[in-house]
């Protein structure tokens, strides 16, 4: 089992459109998590730190769910510009906060 | 430009070659971390350090590779007789080390294996 595991999509939709993301981690150890997104043959940028409470940017809100194990990301109002590649991201403290990634799911938004 | 910067951006090499790729942080960043990136694939963790101590390897990591941060600054990566399978994006990041901060990127170092 991986650690990270993300659907792969393509998740294909239009302007304007709602989407979500979700994740799993295999870890109960985990301690941070983020979203990064990546573009083609770039590379990954913080999106967002993900928190318990759950917290939003903008059109962005991420949700954690410790019990379950499982972290989700939700786009609202989606532009041309949120196309790329969504990374799950989870770390554990006793390994130096290294980055453990998902596959990433690819989203592109269509006028 | 104070973000992570990685040289080269691209390299062409033949099989049974060294290569070596070099990693400069932001500044004052206490960890450095290097990862590998196959196509369809998130990156996955090599090594990091914290100032110039190498403190964990990835089993990924086989004897052909080294890395260092002599100064605690900028960090080398060296791949010897190169394989093709070492063909990837090679990213390095840093952060201030501690507490779950995110770590942030550089534009990556592409190689290719002929």
């Known amino acids: 089992r991986k650690e990270v595991e993300q659907d792969p999509g393509p998740f294909n939709v239009p302007e304007g459109a709602t989407v979500a993301f979700n994740c799993t981690y295999s870890?109960?150890?985990?301690?941070?998590f983020f979203w990064y997104r990546q573009d083609c043959r770039k590379e990954p940028k913080l999106l967002m730190s993900?928190?318990?409470s759950g917290n939003e940017d903008g059109r962005f809100t991420a949700q954690l769910n410790r019990a379950s194990q499982y972290i989700s990301l939700l786009i609202r109002d989606s532009k041309l510009s949120d196309s790329a590649t969504y990374l799950c991201?989870?770390?554990?403290?006793?390994?130096?906060?290294?980055?453990?990634f998902g596959t990433g799911t690819r989203l592109a938004v269509r006028p | 430009d104070t973000g992570v910067s990685q040289d080269p951006r691209h390299k062409i090499t033949k099989r049974g070659q060294n290569v070596t790729f070099r990693c400069d942080p932001i500044s004052e960043h206490n960890r450095l971390y290097w990862y590998r990136q196959t196509l369809g694939q998130g990156p996955e963790f090599l090594t990091y350090f914290q100032n110039e101590a190498q403190l964990e390897k990835s089993r990924l990591l086989s004897d052909r590779f080294s890395a260092e941060r002599p100064k605690g600054s900028f960090s080398t990566l060296e791949i010897q007789r190169t394989e093709q399978g070492d063909s990837a994006m090679y990213l390095c990041?840093?952060?201030?080390?501690?507490?779950?901060?995110?770590?942030?990127f550089g534009d990556g170092t592409r190689l290719s294996i002929l």
């Open positions: 870890n109960s150890a985990s301690q941070s």
């Open positions: 990041a840093s952060s201030p080390g501690g507490g779950g901060q995110p770590q942030h």
């Open positions: 991201v989870v770390t554990l403290k006793s390994s130096g906060d290294k980055l453990t």
């Open positions: 993900v928190y318990s």
